[in-house]
């Protein structure tokens, strides 16, 4: 079950979901996306079931929960939690409640909502995965995000703290924390803003964006037996950024600058 998983990163995860043979209970906001996605996984061969709705709302919790629970003989193997956005941002002096609120709606209500619904019944049958979508901004600091990357520091405490909690269940609990996804939310030209797509190099290790399945390889290891005995963590991808700290490859090629924009 994939929340947000029409579409970018959760699209990432869907479709290679499905090609790992899973039965997928897709959620998203936007039914024509959805509907585009049921359509590939289906003319790829895959088994899937879209439920439109707003995973900010208890009544789309509830609707997916109930679908995940009537395929698959009611075996929810697995819950991805992958909704979440920047926005609204802003320097933190800029904002009130409204902006808190609607982040903390956006990037942590709908996690803990999602797992106190469908973890009752990994627990029941003793085996499950859950894998939270945080971010690299949770780990080193982000102007003009502070609420933001807060509240995914908070999905990174809850998935350690409930990996300890369900472990004798048998339920295990990780995170991924993306890094520079060319997706809807941060499409490659937003990213850019009008600079040489050479520079990627330069700020990236691995030397590129991230494209959606490059995410959904990790969340499938995550999901599936290759990881019984990982547990409790929130693993980076993000092409080596959050490893670099900041610090990129100057373009005349003599060493490294914290500085990108100088030369
Ligand atoms: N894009 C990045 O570089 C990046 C970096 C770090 C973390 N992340 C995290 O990865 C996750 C996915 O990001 P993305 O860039 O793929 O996002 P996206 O906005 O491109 O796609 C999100 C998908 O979720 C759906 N969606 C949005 N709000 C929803 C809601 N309330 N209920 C149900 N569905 C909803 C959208 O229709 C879309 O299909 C988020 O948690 C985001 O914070 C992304």
């Given at each position: 079950?994939?929340?947000?998983?029409?579409?970018?990163?959760?699209?990432?995860?869907?479709?290679?979901?499905?090609?790992?043979?899973?039965?997928?209970?897709?959620?998203?906001?936007?039914?024509?996306?959805?509907?585009?996605?049921?359509?590939?996984?289906?003319?790829?061969?895959?088994?899937?079931?879209?439920?439109?709705?707003?995973?900010?709302?208890?009544?789309?919790?509830?609707?997916?929960?109930?679908?995940?629970?009537?395929?698959?003989?009611?075996?929810?193997?697995?819950?991805?939690?992958?909704?979440?956005?920047?926005?609204?941002?802003?320097?933190?002096?800029?904002?009130?409640?409204?902006?808190?609120?609607?982040?903390?709606?956006?990037?942590f209500e709908?996690?803990?909502?999602?797992?106190?619904?469908?973890?009752?019944?990994?627990?029941?049958?003793?085996?499950?995965?859950?894998?939270?979508?945080?971010?690299?901004?949770?780990?080193?600091?982000?102007?003009?995000?502070?609420?933001?990357?807060?509240?995914?520091?908070?999905?990174?405490?809850?998935?350690?703290?409930?990996?300890?909690?369900?472990?004798r269940d048998?339920?295990?609990?990780?995170?991924?924390?993306?890094?520079?996804?060319?997706?809807?939310?941060?499409?490659?030209?937003?990213?850019?803003?009008?600079?040489?797509?050479?520079?990627?190099?330069?700020?990236?290790?691995?030397?590129?964006?991230?494209?959606?399945?490059?995410?959904?390889?990790?969340?499938?290891?995550?999901?599936?037996?290759?990881?019984?005995?990982?547990?409790?963590?929130?693993?980076?991808?993000?092409?080596?950024?959050?490893?670099?700290?900041?610090?990129?490859?100057?373009?005349?090629?003599?060493?490294?600058?914290?500085?990108?924009?100088?030369?």
């Amino acid at each position: 079950m994939v929340t947000g998983g029409a579409a970018g990163i959760g699209g990432g995860v869907s479709r290679r979901l499905a090609a790992a043979q899973a039965t997928v209970v897709v959620n998203d906001i936007d039914p024509a996306l959805l509907a585009d996605l049921v359509a590939d996984i289906e003319a790829a061969g895959g088994i899937v079931v879209g439920v439109p709705g707003d995973i900010r709302r208890e009544d789309t919790v509830r609707a997916v929960a109930l679908a995940a629970g009537s395929v698959a003989e009611g075996r929810i193997d697995v819950l991805v939690n992958n909704v979440g956005d920047y926005r609204p941002n802003g320097r933190f002096l800029t904002t009130g409640p409204d902006e808190w609120n609607a982040l903390y709606a956006l990037n942590f209500e709908h996690v803990l909502r999602c797992t106190r619904a469908i973890a009752p019944a990994m627990v029941e049958r003793g085996t499950g995965s859950i894998v939270n979508v945080s971010t690299v901004e949770a780990f080193r600091g982000i102007p003009a995000n502070a609420v933001y990357s807060a509240f995914n520091a908070a999905v990174n405490a809850f998935t350690r703290s409930l990996a300890v909690e369900l472990g004798r269940d048998g339920v295990r609990v990780n995170a991924i924390a993306p890094d520079l996804a060319d997706t809807l939310q941060t499409p490659v030209a937003s990213m850019l803003r009008g600079r040489d797509p050479e520079m990627v190099r330069h700020w990236v290790p691995l030397g590129r964006f991230g494209r959606p399945e490059d995410y959904g390889d990790v969340v499938v290891f995550l999901a599936s037996d290759m990881a019984r005995f990982v547990t409790g963590h929130v693993i980076p991808v993000d092409g080596g950024t959050l490893a670099a700290g900041g610090w990129y490859l100057r373009s005349d090629g003599r060493g490294w600058t914290n500085l990108p924009d100088a030369p």
